[in-house]
């Protein structure tokens, strides 16, 4: 009868043993469950496309025919402020290039006499560059070279640990100071006007510069013989 009693109280010890470690494991899972949701919950929210949007809008370049925002591929919908002052750096960097490169092609074209290159130098534009004899492409990659660390120095942070491709804080997208003639007004309303006024032109130059490229390739003629021959 003894072994019986000692044996049933031995039993009754384990029970009570698992099931305290039941419930002992029972509420470190739950802890733990808690501690994971509370930190789902405490994970930082996603960059608000109203924020680039709003920021969008008090920047120059926004005109008719679209007097709200032109955006057809959706590039707000992901963008933070700092992606859209690259992309704002980027599209006036590239609008200053192509209006170059279309006022190069209209008088590369025109002047295919110019003593520069001495007379040799014939044909539809984006063919040109290959006549151009050695001596030339040399001092101009220099000149390029040194525009662009300029620009760099000027507007674009050290790589760091938080990242790279970032412009300064400070720094006005475009404006490099550079103004030899002095266009550049005081007043704030007619700057802006002024800049809406440049970006658009660029954006106009970047689509000519395409078709230029475009129809010389197709009809390997020249732009206004093109322009002559089909009038």
């Given at each position: 009868?003894?072994?019986?009693?000692?044996?049933s109280?031995?039993?009754?010890?384990?029970?009570?043993?698992?099931?305290?470690?039941?419930?002992?494991?029972h509420?470190?899972?739950?802890?733990?469950?808690?501690?994971k949701?509370?930190g789902?919950t405490a994970?930082?929210?996603?960059?608000?496309?109203?924020?680039?949007?709003?920021?969008?809008?008090?920047?120059?370049?926004?005109?008719?025919?679209f007097?709200?925002?032109?955006?057809?591929?959706?590039?707000?919908a992901?963008?933070?402020?700092?992606?859209?002052?690259?992309?704002?750096?980027?599209?006036?960097?590239?609008?200053?290039v192509?209006?170059?490169?279309?006022?190069g092609?209209?008088?590369?074209?025109?002047?295919?006499?110019?003593?520069l290159?001495?007379?040799?130098?014939?044909?539809?534009?984006?063919?040109?560059?290959?006549?151009?004899?050695?001596?030339?492409?040399?001092?101009?990659?220099?000149?390029?070279?040194?525009?662009?660390?300029?620009?760099?120095?000027?507007?674009?942070?050290?790589?760091?640990?938080s990242g790279v491709?970032?412009?300064?804080?400070?720094?006005?997208?475009g404006?490099?100071?550079?103004?030899?003639?002095?266009?550049?007004?005081?007043?704030?309303?007619?700057?802006?006007?002024k800049?809406?006024?440049e970006?658009?032109?660029?954006?106009?130059?970047?689509?000519?510069i395409?078709?230029?490229?475009?129809?010389?390739?197709?009809n390997?003629?020249?732009?206004?013989?093109?322009?002559?021959?089909?009038?």
């Open positions: 009868m003894a072994a019986l009693t000692a044996s109280t031995v039993l009754r010890s384990l029970s009570a043993t698992k099931s305290l470690r039941s419930v002992r494991t509420a470190v899972a739950r802890k733990a469950f808690v501690v949701a509370e789902e994970k930082p929210a996603e960059p608000e496309k109203d924020e680039a949007v709003a920021y969008c809008k008090t920047l120059p370049g926004i005109s008719a025919p007097p709200d925002m032109f955006d057809p591929a959706g590039l707000l992901t963008a933070t402020v700092e992606d859209v002052r690259r992309y704002r750096e980027a599209e006036l960097t590239h609008g200053r192509a209006m170059l490169a279309a006022l092609f209209v008088v590369g074209e025109t002047l295919e006499d110019f003593p290159f001495n007379g040799t130098i014939t044909g539809p534009a984006i063919f040109q560059f290959q006549q151009v004899q050695s001596g030339f492409w040399e001092p101009l990659l220099i000149v390029i070279g040194i525009c662009e660390s300029y620009r760099v120095a000027v507007g674009w942070a050290s790589p760091d640990s491709n970032k412009l300064l804080p400070e720094y006005e997208m404006d490099l100071g550079f103004d030899p003639l002095g266009l550049a007004p005081t007043d704030p309303a007619e700057l802006k006007e800049k809406t006024r970006l658009n032109n660029g954006r106009l130059a970047m689509i000519a395409a078709g230029f490229v475009t129809q010389e390739f197709v390997n003629t020249e732009i206004f013989q093109h322009l002559l021959k089909n009038n």
